[in-house]
């Protein structure tokens, strides 16, 4: 990469010593994932049922299954992001991702991570100089387009099954 390049890309990210907070996302993601599998084998545990009764009858745990999976991708997405920024690779694409990654969060009641992703958002990115126009350009500049709508797929995918068996509930 060239100097000049790696300049741009710094340019784009205020000046921060390390990105914690991307990372605390991302260990959030999991410490979700721990929890409802607390919360699982304590309602085996309550009820006397097993772990497949509970899953096949039970919508919470159904529903939680699919959001503890919605987390999975997103700390796999988050870990690859923690490698790029530190490097100053694919900086719009990350911002892009992330935006779309906090809106989903946000539909599937992860607040927590919400939050995280937000402090990183307005922490790490320079927002005078942003478009939305300019950032697509460069996404497919970089060849980071595919990634973007896997992501946005991918997430789409697990709100359509929350919300699709919340509402089947009711």
């Known amino acids: 990469m060239k100097k000049s390049e790696l300049i741009r890309r ?14 605390y ?13 607390v919360y699982v084998v304590g309602l085996s ?21 699919i959001i503890c999976t919605a987390n999975l991708y997103v700390w796999w997405v988050l870990k690859h992001f923690n490698v790029d920024i530190e490097k100053f690779e694919n ?11 906090c809106i989903c ?22 927002w005078k100089q942003f478009s939305w126009k300019q950032s697509l350009k460069e996404l497919k500049a970089d ?13 789409l995918l697990f709100v359509a099954l929350v919300f699709t068996l919340f509402f089947a509930i009711i």
């Not at 260990?27 to 599998?37: N, Q, W």
């Not at 545990?45 to 299954?65: K, R």
């Not at 969060?105 to 320079?126: C, E, G, H, R, T």
């Open 10 to 23: 710094k340019n784009k990210l205020k000046k921060t010593a390390n990105f914690r907070y991307l990372k």
């Open 91 to 101: 900086i719009e694409s990350i911002r892009i991702n992330l935006i779309i990654l």
């Open 143 to 155: 060849g980071q387009l595919a990634v973007l709508i896997m992501t946005i797929g991918v997430m």
């Open 45 to 65: 545990s309550a009820y006397g049922q097993s772990y497949e009764e509970l899953l096949s009858t039970n919508p919470m745990v159904i529903t939680g299954f």
């Open 25 to 37: 996302a991302q260990y959030t993601c999991i410490l979700i994932i721990v929890l409802f599998l």
């Open 105 to 126: 969060q946000f539909f599937l009641l992860n607040f927590v991570s919400v939050v995280l992703m937000i402090l990183s958002l307005v922490k790490y990115f320079q």
